[in-house]
């Protein structure tokens, strides 16, 4: 887990043991996401009050780039019901969770960033990719070209090959939360078995890169992107996992 170099708090890269777990082959679609809505009314995904990521000279670009993510009508955007669902906050992720633990008697939560990370990397162990250690655009949904952002977005998910552990979509389409608060420092901490984030901070994680990244360092599996706890963003979603 970690990289040597990556950033200050992807250091140092060390060896985590983890119990087994069992993580969702994609992120939660909008179909997938649609089900929950109809059986809780919980909020529907939309832009609300604006998260703290976002500047005020900012919330002209964001409403235009979030339009094709809003619900209406109680239902996800036309044509995009396999596409992961974003403008979800991390309470709305949660709250997902615990709907679909009582659907299935399962203990469904968010992963943590290790176990993110061990699924995320499907068995590669250092490389900066799960495929390797060069950026690849025929494996992931990434905005090669900034000046294309208005004309790209997310994709379907499954649009790219698996990695070996058949996990789709880690690197790129949208970022995923993780349960960890952040904490800079945490893997110098000699927590080697099952480690988790501490139980509050300021700023949580989000992990994978996204759509609108164009910058390869930010997609690399070991990379930790932190935001405020009120995030939500069109390059946000989120996946599932359990304990066996």
Not at 52 to 76: K, N, S
Not at 117 to 135: H, K, L, M, Q, V
Request: charged share 25%.
């Amino acid at each position: 887990m970690g990289s040597e170099e990556g950033e200050e708090d992807e250091r140092p890269a060390h060896r985590v043991y983890l119990d087994e777990f069992c993580i969702g082959v994609y992120p939660v679609t909008n179909d997938q996401y649609a089900a929950f809505i109809r059986d809780t009314n919980h909020r529907l995904p939309a832009v609300r009050q604006l998260p703290r990521i976002v500047a005020a000279d900012q919330e002209r670009v964001f409403r235009e780039l979030a339009t094709p993510y809003v619900w209406r009508a109680g239902a996800p955007p036309r044509d995009r019901g396999q596409h992961p669902v974003t403008l979800v906050t991390m309470d709305d992720a949660l709250a997902y969770c615990t709907w679909l633990g009582r659907q299935t008697g399962l203990p469904v939560r968010i992963p943590t960033e290790a176990e993110w990370e061990r699924a995320a990397r499907g068995g590669s162990d250092g490389t900066r990719y799960p495929w390797g250690d060069e950026i690849d655009q025929t494996r992931a949904n990434y905005l090669s070209d900034p000046d294309q952002k208005q004309l790209r977005g997310t994709m379907p998910v499954g649009s790219f090959s698996a990695n070996s552990y058949n996990v789709f979509d880690a690197i790129g389409n949208v970022w995923e939360w993780v349960s960890d608060w952040y904490q800079p420092d945490i893997y110098t901490d000699r927590l080697r078995h099952n480690p988790t984030g501490g139980d509050e901070g300021t700023l949580r994680v989000v992990r994978g890169g996204a759509w609108v990244v164009h910058d390869p360092y930010l997609l690399r599996s070991s990379y930790r992107h932190k935001v405020p706890p009120d995030t939500y963003a069109y390059s946000i979603g989120f996946r599932i996992t359990y304990s066996t």
